[in-house]
């Protein structure tokens, strides 16, 4: 198992080319919040647009398009029940996270069917919470693309059919293989598995333990695949680092880290982390 | 008469343990907010997520919605008006805060007797504002589980039959004991009975004399009672003084403090008491 | 013609009585904001609600409810449509502010009538914006109450039939002799007449001269006159010297002043005049 | 090609003459924000009214006048689909800003003929976004007015016939010539073209690369042209400078910078301009 350190997130988040433009850094299009989980989705939103994707548009309960746009009007907004148009914006995607806020229920697993059959080869697409709880229960095949699961214990329990008291490592990954994902296993000390590795996160702090901390964490990962989508793994790996780095910081003076305190945050640390002169840090780990 | 210190504060706010997650810190439902008093359940609600609940959720009218999330998407919504949806919320709760902005018609006193009907015997339950009105008019007998009540001395008045004149420490304690209940009796100097012993609050500014207040340490005594369960009556000591604390630090430099300016500082305020060394604190006592 | 020097507001804004509750402070209904304006009467309430009032209440169009709670949690929101809940709740203010974005037709005009007819002799009414130009163009009477106008020159105009040309010092005084009601006049250089005296506002700048800069006067006014009700027209001298006063403090690093962070400027700009030692300064003006 | 320096912000932006009040500063409408880009429109208001615009109105869906609010209580709203009300509006503004997040479809095509047809000789026209990709579709003529386009690359080919790859200076000002328009050809290396010159913006940065921005720009070519109309094509060269002066400084602590940013840090941007001595900096150029 191999620690996972800042450099990581310094490989990773390196200086923007000069002569980018917004379609430079992606696409991401969420798909969540249903009429009472509103808050999950706009979390996961705010995290995609403050790490840096290039365009983000969120198909979400039309209760919740005014919150959205209150709370990041950088965000376009979309019926996540009008089929037609969630197909289109799963089509155009860079990366897709499904499931922050989605709720269990007909309506939720019907537009999970949607996101899947439009999903190809060359986007990712990231799968959190109820939308595991789905896939699991209605033995859904993974969609095409690259997919990244990021479940708590309980979720992978019902995703892998692995008991929580028996998530061992070596278990673990032999799933991951055969699953043929990356999944992000969120725990005390989560640890990220990929098929080939396995990655621990060896920070994080229990002023994390808040509700919304998972859908932000969804929302990085969404913003960070999409914005160096030539990065694969790392990109996905960077992202879990960011996120605990960011809380533990902030945790130096607040009992509690507000889940979307960390994705205000982001800007200024990705700033410091892509300052970071590599040479310097290699030779230092020497 | 015991008069607390900031002592109950450091004593009950405990640095986290490290294998915590947000299971561990409790769920607060809140049930409040009708159409037009909508401010004072956001208020009560972000309270409750800022004072570090683990899971907050908040039945309140559809209207609501928008505004709750605007402010604090970390909390999740329901329709006060779903009865089915209140039932299921108020038995999965840690704790129940019922009444901030409730109002006081047939629709809420419905709402109260859906709640009251729901609470089992390990729960805590906050009962504010006009939920003691419509309890003293409709002489509702206590709910199960521990009850807080937070009134002030017109809302007392109404519950116990005591005249504001006539509120001394000992007729109220004898009241008290026989509801069975927990009494934070709000002034210029709130007392705290629990049927044993009665607690003065020496401290509080007439900064705080504004709209609000009081919803806002509703959903403190939400927070800190879900998340402190083991704590018993300390936990409500230590909201209590959290919020006259933080109040007096914002208020030698705010002529007034806008209630919710107190629930975005307890994140560093609770940083601060957690971290005080508590066996020198005591030997400074000494 | 007195010109108003900072001590108007190191009078009227003193340190609170320790044994006050919220009702010491006074009640605001404001009444304003159509389905166009709701900026506008969102930001005469932040004005009112940061200034102290004890209990603010709005009286808008319902679309204005959700964003009227994501800026101020602390007021109170009713249906200005619903005449009986507006002639409630105007009954039960200290200080009354009508007109900040109530706009001009039918509807408005019956609401304003709702307004006056509900007024009684030891309320504060604030008559702002387009219920000036309403009263002027209908002939109505003056309400009940003591009458504080707020009108630019146009308005007033409107009101006395005094050019803009013509509006010299006494020309005006006499018309606010018969009208019996105190007049802020709003220019480059701001006169309030009251009848008997007339102020001068020596300070003001530029910046300034933003949209919604009225609104925030008349929310101050209608704030201070509420919670210093026993102050007469120095409470109305105190609320218009503190607005620009604040407003040229924030000009010395803006070329703009946003009319909301005159509100939020108030609490910390309040407390420094309450804790000026009056001895001192009167001994200094000698 | 002249190469624009902080210079054309401080001969823009000069401090405001003291006897000014708010229809000194222009009025700006602007036209957008249907139900799935409601973000563009209110990052679009932002920039007006946060450049200093007099007084601002925002025509949009009715589903983001709670948003708009929320964000910006100092602009009005209107239904961008009540034409008699656009029409209004747009004859009274000083500057009309058509385009961010309008939407491409039959509605949005009617609601661009509404604001043609309402334009007249006087005032400027910024049309942005998709109002641009309609314009070059249904081939309209340019409306009435001073006319400036802020197209990216993409819309510019569209609406010039020009591809990509043979934008050159020349070939642009040829076409801008015949246009009779003012054309703010967003890039890496943005240029302005008026018919008789060419400018180049030589700063900005890749931190800009995110969605809104363009939103933000046109917003504040609104606010300073309605603001400082007397300026011509100044105006436009002022806002485009500002526009990437203020992202650069925050990009100094920042990975990417949030459009909404941009806007909240015009006011103290514009103070600290308009502050440098004139006559220092032409000396120091010479």
Redesign the interface.
């Known amino acids: 198992m191999k620690k996972l350190t800042s450099q990581i997130v310094s490989d990773v988040?390196r200086p923007?080319?000069?002569?980018?433009?917004?379609g430079?850094?992606g696409k991401v299009t969420l798909v969540g919040g249903n009429?009472?989980?509103?808050?999950?989705i706009?979390?996961a939103t705010?995290a995609a647009?403050?790490s840096?994707?290039?365009?983000?548009t969120t198909c979400t309960a039309?209760?919740?398009?005014?919150?959205?746009?209150?709370?990041?009007?950088?965000?376009?907004?979309?019926d996540m029940h009008d089929d037609h148009k969630v197909a289109q914006l799963v089509s155009a995607a860079t990366t897709v996270v499904v499931g922050p806020g989605l709720g269990d229920n007909e309506q939720s697993t019907h537009t999970l069917h949607v996101v899947f059959d439009n999903i190809s080869d060359q986007q990712t697409v990231v799968i959190d919470g109820s939308a595991i709880t789905i896939m699991a229960r209605d033995h859904l095949s993974l969609p095409a693309g690259k997919v990244v699961f990021t479940p708590?214990q309980m979720e992978w329990q019902r995703l892998s059919g692995i008991k929580i008291a028996d998530q061992e490592p070596k278990v673990n990954q032999a799933k991951v293989k055969e699953l043929g994902a990356t999944v992000v296993l969120k725990?005390?000390r989560t640890e990220i598995y990929d098929g080939n590795n396995i990655y621990q996160l060896p920070i994080g702090t229990?002023?994390q333990?808040?509700?919304?901390?998972g859908d932000t964490l969804a929302g990085m990962v969404g913003g960070f695949t999409a914005q160096f989508h030539d990065q694969g793994v790392k990109a996905v790996l960077a992202a879990v680092y960011a996120h605990s780095d960011v809380a533990e910081q902030i945790?130096a003076?607040?009992?509690?880290?507000?889940?979307?305190q960390i994705s205000r945050s982001?800007?200024?640390?990705?700033?410091r982390m892509?300052s970071i002169d590599r040479q310097h840090q290699i030779g230092f780990n020497n």
Chains 1, 2, 3, 4 share one sequence.
Do not use: C, W
Not at 16 to 22: A, C, E, G, I, L
Not at 266 to 271: G, N, V
């Open positions: 988040v923007r080319p000069d002569d980018s433009f917004k430079t850094f009429e009472n989980f509103g808050g999950a706009i979390m705010m647009v403050y840096g994707a290039g365009l983000v039309p209760l919740n398009a005014g919150p959205l746009h209150s709370q990041v009007p950088e965000a376009m907004f979309a708590h725990s005390h229990p002023a333990a808040v509700g919304g901390m945790a003076r607040q009992y509690i880290v507000l889940p979307h982001l800007p200024a640390y990705m700033k892509s």
